[in-house]
């Protein structure tokens, strides 16, 4: 499967005994699903209920989501990054990473004392992003409510005051707006990828768009395997490194404020994965300061969480996370979050820990 492009983290297998047989579970596009049933894979559409669950997806979206906001949208998380940076103008300000492939603003905001006066960079600076991948709908979940957790705790307590004062926090609740708000349209609910049409038919379908998590130049396309050079799969790298403006603004974010620690949230799993990438059991010296932060399989940091080096999971190559810290000095780690229940509110208090999503 993964010649054909897909994620590792999309597949799930119900036995891997050798000699047994075993059903495994994917998230496949059209185009894969037929490549696959060419080659004489047996394929069935997941039921749920007796539903297929394609068909649950879009009953769910003609009935309106009740929890989670497009970003784009009238009332959506663009226009509240907009509200909160106004109404805390003291600790934050609203930056303009970049545009996207169909021109929107990608926003993030910036969290520290003097936000408005104080030159970026010039505290040490951690970044939370999220919503690389448009389908990940918790991710914005996550980066958004720790941003009001943090908002909402200053001058009220002092572990929290004393952070802003002193360090600078970002927050880029949607890294990928286009296929963030495409993901909310009718049949486009798992959509991956950004929304560059690669045929240049004036429509967005199934070969189209690029994984952005494997579009940056370090290790770009080092090999089929951590990523795909068909435009059809999943993890498609795109045409060259760097090609996508989303790819760009985010380079020119670390280019110009050099973060210390960045947090990349994906999901669905409770994974904190550090280090190298592009080949396997490849250990680095950085990964002692890692393994001090996230722990260890026998002693996570955070409970229910399995800290491991990213290639042991699966090999990727051009993302994120292995390009701000090779070209950038950012320690980077992807935490794949657990699926949630929906939020209560969508404004959060201090009374509840963001990190509990």
């Given at each position: 499967?993964?010649?054909?492009?897909?994620?590792?983290?999309?597949?799930?297998?119900?036995?891997?005994?050798?000699?047994?047989?075993?059903?495994?579970?994917?998230?496949?596009?059209?185009?894969?699903?037929?490549?696959?049933?060419?080659?004489?894979?047996?394929?069935?559409?997941?039921?749920?209920?007796?539903?297929?669950?394609?068909?649950?997806?879009?009953?769910?979206?003609?009935?309106?989501?009740?929890?989670?906001?497009?970003?784009?949208?009238?009332?959506?998380?663009?226009?509240?990054?907009?509200?909160?940076?106004?109404?805390?103008?003291?600790?934050?300000?609203?930056?303009?990473?970049?545009?996207?492939?169909?021109?929107?603003?990608?926003?993030?905001?910036?969290?520290?004392?003097?936000?408005?006066?104080?030159?970026?960079?010039?505290?040490?600076?951690?970044?939370?992003?999220?919503?690389?991948?448009?389908?990940?709908?918790?991710?914005?979940?996550?980066?958004?409510?720790?941003?009001?957790?943090?908002?909402?705790?200053?001058?009220?307590?002092?572990?929290?005051?004393?952070?802003?004062?002193?360090?600078?926090?970002?927050?880029?609740?949607?890294?990928?707006?286009?296929?963030?708000?495409?993901?909310?349209?009718?049949?486009?609910?798992?959509?991956?990828?950004?929304?560059?049409?690669?045929?240049?038919?004036?429509?967005?379908?199934?070969?189209?768009?690029?994984?952005?998590?494997?579009?940056?130049?370090?290790?770009?396309?080092?090999?089929?395997e951590g990523s795909?050079?068909?435009?059809?799969?999943?993890?498609?790298?795109?045409?060259?490194?760097?090609?996508?403006?989303?790819?760009?603004?985010?380079?020119?974010?670390?280019?110009?404020?050099?973060?210390?620690?960045?947090?990349?949230?994906?999901?669905?799993?409770?994974?904190?994965?550090?280090?190298?990438?592009?080949?396997?059991?490849?250990?680095?010296?950085?990964?002692?300061?890692?393994?001090?932060?996230?722990?260890?399989?026998?002693?996570?940091?955070?409970?229910?969480?399995?800290?491991?080096?990213?290639?042991?999971?699966?090999?990727?190559?051009?993302?994120?996370?292995?390009?701000?810290?090779?070209k950038y000095g950012?320690?980077?780690?992807?935490?794949?979050?657990?699926?949630?229940r929906p939020p209560?509110?969508?404004?959060?208090?201090?009374?509840?820990?963001?990190?509990?999503?």
């Amino acid at each position: 499967m993964r010649e054909l492009g897909v994620d590792a983290a999309d597949v799930a297998a119900s036995d891997t005994t050798a000699g047994a047989s075993s059903e495994v579970e994917a998230v496949l596009s059209q185009a894969q699903a037929a490549k696959l049933r060419k080659a004489g894979v047996d394929l069935r559409v997941k039921t749920v209920d007796g539903v297929a669950a394609s068909e649950v997806l879009r009953a769910q979206a003609s009935a309106g989501w009740q929890a989670f906001r497009q970003y784009g949208a009238p009332g959506g998380i663009k226009d509240e990054i907009y509200a909160a940076g106004g109404a805390h103008r003291d600790i934050a300000k609203v930056v303009r990473v970049g545009w996207t492939t169909k021109g929107q603003e990608i926003l993030a905001l910036k969290v520290t004392k003097d936000a408005t006066r104080i030159r970026d960079g010039r505290r040490p600076s951690v970044l939370y992003a999220s919503a690389q991948h448009a389908r990940e709908w918790i991710t914005p979940e996550m980066t958004r409510r720790l941003m009001h957790y943090m908002l909402d705790g200053y001058g009220n307590n002092p572990e929290i005051t004393d952070l802003v004062n002193t360090t600078g926090l970002w927050f880029l609740p949607v890294a990928n707006p286009d296929g963030y708000d495409f993901t909310f349209s009718e049949g486009n609910r798992l959509w991956r990828r950004n929304l560059r049409d690669n045929n240049n038919d004036g429509a967005i379908t199934n070969g189209d768009g690029v994984d952005l998590n494997r579009n940056f130049a370090v290790k770009w396309g080092y090999d089929n395997e951590g990523s795909s050079p068909d435009p059809s799969g999943e993890t498609y790298r795109g045409p060259g490194p760097n090609s996508e403006p989303e790819t760009q603004a985010l380079d020119a974010l670390f280019n110009r404020v050099r973060f210390d620690f960045f947090i990349n949230y994906h999901s669905a799993s409770q994974l904190l994965l550090h280090g190298i990438g592009w080949q396997v059991s490849t250990p680095s010296p950085d990964d002692l300061i890692y393994e001090a932060m996230v722990g260890t399989d026998e002693h996570p940091a955070v409970p229910g969480y399995d800290p491991d080096i990213s290639a042991e999971l699966y090999t990727t190559n051009g993302d994120t996370d292995s390009h701000a810290q090779v070209k950038y000095g950012t320690r980077g780690f992807t935490r794949k979050c657990p699926p949630a229940r929906p939020p209560r509110t969508r404004y959060p208090t201090t009374s509840g820990s963001p990190m509990a999503a």
